[in-house]
């Protein structure tokens, strides 16, 4: 396994397609992207590691109750999820990760940051640490963000979220709600929001799928959560605001990857964040971005925060 330093982040242009769309375009984790085994990984190490821990540190200093939220959790499931999650970068990073569980503690050693943490079948921390719990502290190992879907017989809710790079969203304002208020706002997912208890119930298998969101960004800093730090401009902080004199413009790419845990009827979600700098795109690719961009309905443009500068961006990328 090549140094971590030495491995560039994961390239993908959901948008090539040249159309949006808001279908939940799930594939196998096993699908090729071109990005050899990173494609394969629910979690992707690379020489971006240390930013994302900067920026997860950066949050928890600021107050990680706005990054993490639980509501309605179930120890059982958390108990199974956070073992999976010690176990997969175990196998996936055997260099740079070790875990083990016996006699009822489990333990998982970062070699990259240094860190150690143990823990009980109660999901009880053994030592004195700076987080709040279990998840939270295996949650600050990886760059990816989590989030745990529970079902039931009752319905279906978002129990836990832990969520340091943001597109626009708070984990508070969705904690706690089902998949169809989760995604009120979001723009053309109408019908989906009315009958989606069958996807998500699809996804109760030992199987992990993954999907791609994007959306466009005057800065490729990673947390615009709603509600900026006391100490950031709230017009800079939101990142949407495109100078066709002096452009800056990212194409902000999410990987999501979906496991499913049908012994404890939960869906484990991890988020991914990436960046491509548009003025590096190849001209189809900037071709297909403009495409994408005119296919979008003013619903979407809104949603997105691109109404007032759809035309300026398309007339730049052409």
């Known amino acids: 396994m090549l140094p971590f330093e030495s491995i560039a982040p994961a390239r993908y242009t959901p948008f090539l397609s040249g159309k949006y769309s808001v279908s ?3 594939k196998s984790v096993s699908t090729d992207f071109g990005n050899g085994s990173a494609d394969q990984r629910i979690f992707q190490i690379d020489r971006d590691y240390f930013r994302f821990m900067q920026n997860k540190q950066a949050c928890r200093r600021e107050n990680i109750d706005k990054y ?5 959790e179930s120890a059982g499931t958390l108990q199974v999820i956070n ?3 010690a176990n997969q970068l175990a196998i996936e990073y055997p260099n740079y990760f ?3 569980h016996s006699y009822g503690v489990s333990q998982l050693n970062n070699y990259l940051r240094e860190k150690t943490i143990c823990w009980n079948t109660d999901q009880k921390l053994l030592e ?3 987080y709040l719990s279990v998840f939270d502290a295996l949650a600050d190992q990886i760059p990816e963000d989590l ?3 529970q079902l039931s017989d009752q319905g279906d809710y978002l129990s836990t979220v832990h969520l340091c790079a943001p597109s626009h969203w708070a984990p508070t304002e969705k904690v706690g709600k089902p998949f169809s208020m989760v995604h009120e706002p979001v723009a053309g997912m109408d019908k989906l929001r009315k009958n989606y208890q069958p996807m998500l119930s699809s996804l109760l298998q030992p199987k992990t799928w993954v999907r791609f969101a994007w959306g466009l960004s005057t800065d490729d800093r990673l947390n615009h959560h709603p509600e900026p730090p006391l100490d950031q401009n709230k017009k800079n902080w ?3 605001s495109f100078d066709p004199i002096d452009p800056t413009l990212f194409v902000r790419v999410e990987r999501q990857t979906l496991t499913g845990f049908p012994e404890v009827n939960a869906v484990l979600f991890t988020i991914r964040t990436y960046f491509m700098d548009v003025k590096g795109l190849i001209t189809s690719e900037r071709q297909a971005l403009a495409d994408v961009l005119d296919s979008m309905s003013e619903a979407t443009l809104r949603y997105k925060g691109l109404l007032i500068d ?3 961006i398309i007339k730049w990328l052409s």
Not at 68 to 72: I, K, S, V
């Open 83 to 85: 073992q999976f999650i």
């Open 68 to 72: 993490y939220q639980r509501e309605g």
């Open 128 to 130: 004195a640490s700076e």
């Open 24 to 26: 939940p375009g799930l």
């Open 147 to 149: 989030a745990v879907w």
């Open 238 to 240: 939101r990142g949407r």
């Open 310 to 312: 759809k035309a300026k």
């Open 98 to 100: 070790a875990y083990q």
